[in-house]
């Protein structure tokens, strides 16, 4: 969430953040009427204990008429401090609830408008041309099933629709890209780590996943867990309710865990191979740091996310998502997206997230600089997608008789393999 006294100092600026993410700006209006009627009330509540406290002293001195009158007016006020104490409660229950609904404030610098309205950054890599090379390239399904790698119908079979099996080289693939993308992430200072997939609502609630985002989200009734979306989820609450000393940040963790996701939005896209999926494993990137320092680290996650891909030698563009686009936690969002040759465009493999305070307020994790103890800012990072990533080396590596060369970075896990091979049908 954001911080109620910039709101109230710099409401204009929290009207055209709201404007931006194309959300309701009314519900800036109703929140300061809210937090006026919070802190008034609060004064009033204050004002009356007081009064209360006062008189408590006055009566056992008092005799008489004197002690009945003060008995009197202290009923009367024991009435009017309980009736304060629920208006405060209430007001401040209304502002909370009227706060959480409000997204990160965007970032200046961010394109303003809906999907399609981002600002290319970067372009890297050169795209194939098929057709100079003298073949029409197969798609992800195709290839999969040529090397036995995906098998897409018996997932249907056991599962429904956007589920699937990695069989054979899939497999090995999958556990080759991960190995590679954590020892990255482990060379850069990265502390490795397997992350629970099940949340509790408040964890879920305070990385800002149960607003715009719900819809997506897998909920266990019986339990009241949550499936989670993104590892970034159990690593944003992994330091919740604590504070952090100022000399232990930058604190940066790598996240392996599945990742579940309803794509309720999503009907009719994608619904062909393994782009789309209800589930798939995930490798994220997650920092905690100061928040003068936000900023920095987003550039060197968005860094880390394009050596990545430049060890799979894949051809990817670098775009600054708009605002309208952003998600609520986000005040900046860059994506990486590769080149996908069957489809003939750029396609999201990484996204990454400058979220400043809004989770860390949500959470109540905080950092105790000397004698100040204040919200830190904390980043998440796609470092390694499973799924899409296949799609991406299968399409972009494939040759002409239906193998697919094996980026460099990868062969010592696959055993020094250098070209998945075809199987015999």
């Known amino acids: ?34 937090d006026e009627r919070r802190r008034s009330s609060g004064v009033r509540f204050d004002e009356l204990r007081a009064e209360q406290k006062a008189l408590g002293k006055l009566i056992p001195k008092a005799s008489g008429d004197e002690k009945a009158e003060l008995l009197k007016k202290a009923s009367q006020l024991a009435a009017d401090v309980k009736a304060a104490d629920a208006e405060r409660d209430a007001a401040a229950a209304e502002t909370q609830e009227l706060l959480v609904q409000l997204g990160n404030l965007v970032h200046p610098d961010v394109p303003v408008g809906g999907e399609e309205d981002f600002v290319t950054l970067e372009t890297h890599g050169t795209i194939r041309d098929f057709g100079a090379e003298g073949f029409e390239p197969k798609d992800h399904l195709e290839l999969g099933q040529i090397l036995g790698a995906i098998d897409v119908e018996r997932g249907a079979k056991v599962s429904g629709s956007r589920f699937y099996f990695l069989t054979g080289v899939g497999a090995l693939l999958e556990l080759a890209l991960v190995n590679a993308a954590i020892a990255q992430a482990t060379a850069a200072g990265f502390t490795p780590m397997l992350t629970p997939a099940l949340v509790r609502p408040q964890s879920m609630a305070g990385t800002g996943f149960l607003g715009q985002a719900a819809q997506d989200v897998y909920h266990l009734d019986k339990d009241d867990l949550y499936l989670v979306g993104t590892s970034e989820v159990p690593l944003a609450a992994y330091h919740m309710d604590e504070i952090i000393d100022a000399d232990r940040l930058p604190l940066r963790y790598a996240g392996f865990s599945p990742c579940f996701r309803r794509e309720a939005g999503s009907h009719g896209k994608d619904t062909r191979g393994i782009f789309r999926v209800h589930q798939f494993d995930k490798v994220e990137m997650f920092s905690y740091v100061a928040p003068e320092d936000s900023q920095a680290e987003h550039q060197r996650l968005l860094d880390w996310e394009k050596q990545w891909l430049n060890s799979l030698e894949l051809p990817y563009r670098v775009i600054d998502v708009a605002s309208g686009d952003l998600g609520s936690s986000a005040s900046r969002k860059f994506d990486c ?35 100040q103890v204040k919200p ?29 060369r094996v980026p460099e970075v990868l062969r010592p896990y696959l055993g020094g393999r250098e070209v998945l091979e075809p199987v015999a049908k």
């Open 337 to 371: 997206e590769a080149w996908i040759p069957t489809q003939g465009k750029y396609r999201e493999l990484t996204s990454t997230s400058d979220c400043t305070e809004f989770q860390s307020r949500r959470l109540s994790i905080r950092v105790r600089d000397g004698k």
């Open 1 to 34: 969430m954001i911080d109620l006294r910039l709101l109230r100092e710099d409401p204009d600026r929290v009207r055209a953040s709201q404007r931006a993410r194309g959300e309701d700006v009314a519900l800036v209006d109703s929140l300061l009427s809210a």
């Open 376 to 404: 830190l800012a904390t980043l998440n990072g796609t470092l390694c997608a499973v799924p899409r990533t296949i799609v991406a080396i299968l399409e972009n590596h494939q040759q002409t008789d239906g193998s697919v």
